[in-house]
């Protein structure tokens, strides 16, 4: 009975670690993070770059910016050990922005000189706006370079209702202004006071679970203490009586 148990389970472990191999490179590509922003707005986008390869190391990436809606400011965050290149480029029409009109705009940044290694994964913050009001989402094309010259081109703009691509580039969807980050903060406060609440609600519990326990103690200690006195008595009368 055990051997046979012992089969299956095993027979199952197998089952588990070959959808594990299935799923895993599926999901493994260059994506954003949030995938949400607001629109109108200034956001951080995180690049995440994971390395799908055993033998090798991602050392190089390069993210183009959309040219259909371009982005005035685009500041990288440094990162250990990479090298960041921005490429602008000169805007056919000009765009306003806070008073001032711009005439070109970032169309791509690229990362260097740094190792994603096989198991690794890296981010790249860039911090990007104004962000379009008239867009519903902006499609970063990415190329991710490895040591072995091998080079992995997530370029494919994914299609909603469609299955993904084997490649698909990287999404970030635009969200009606301040919709997400109002329904957050409302939220956060309402958990806030439920949670003083509670809070409230546990120290009362507690003062009054200390406050019986003392009760309690000090009972005991008084009857105790009685006994020890009729003890005493008792064993005085004793002695005077011997």
Known sequence: MKIVNR?????????????LLVAGPASAHVSVDPKEAAKGGYSTVNFKVPNEK????????????????????????????????????????????????ITEAV????????KVEPG?????PVSMGQLPEDADRLVFKALQTYDNDDVVRWIEEPEEGAAEPENPAPVLKLTADGSGDGAAATGSSADDAKGTEKTAAAADSDSASTSDTTARVLGVVGIVVGVAGVAFGVLAGRRRAA
Do not use: N, Y
């Open 7 to 19: 089969r299956a389970a095993t027979a199952c472990a197998l089952a588990a670690g070959t959808v």
């Open 120 to 124: 690794q994964f890296q981010q790249f």
């Open 54 to 101: 055993d033998d090798s190391s991602t050392v190089k990436l390069e993210v183009t910016f959309p040219t259909d809606h371009p982005l005035a400011s685009v500041m990288p965050q440094p990162v250990p050990g990479w090298d960041i290149k921005v490429d602008k480029k000169k805007l056919d029409k000009p765009i306003e922005m806070h008073g001032e009109k």
């Open 107 to 114: 169309s791509k940044v690229t990362w260097s000189g740094g």
